[in-house]
């Protein structure tokens, strides 16, 4: 049974349709990591000279050892609009945030103005 950490189940459930997937790099030609998963030498190793890439679900590559990629000739991929929809909700939210924040503002000065004229 395949486990993809922090892959979405869609997104697995896609690739799964195209690709057998596995546990273990071991024989692979290819691999989708995560950036739990510390893609170095050992890993590259491995997983065999069969290797051709490295598809990080990430949109960084911190956890992929570039210099031992390129040594074994892998190619390495990320997915840089993987958090696209993430940020824009954070941004939302905040906005959101902001504008409660606005009006708990708002209402304070209301609220300190009346309680001034009533006293």
């Known amino acids: 049974m395949h486990e993809a950490a922090g892959v ?34 050992a890993f590259l190793d491995a997983a065999g000279p069969q290797l051709r890439i490295v598809a990080n679900y990430a949109v960084g590559l911190d956890n992929i050892d570039l210099a031992a990629t390129r040594e074994r000739r892998v190619v390495v991929s990320n997915t840089p609009g993987v958090l696209t929809n993430t940020t824009a909700e954070h941004a939302e939210h905040a906005d959101n945030d902001a504008d409660t924040a606005a009006a708990f503002h ?7 103005s009346l ?3 009533r006293a």
């Open 106 to 112: 708002a209402l304070t000065e209301v609220q300190d």
């Open 8 to 41: 979405p189940a869609e997104v697995e459930q896609e690739l799964a349709d195209a690709f057998e997937l596995v546990d273990v790099p071991e024989g692979a030609d290819g691999v989708i990591t995560t950036p739990a998963i510390p893609v170095d030498a």
């Open 115 to 117: 309680l001034w004229l």
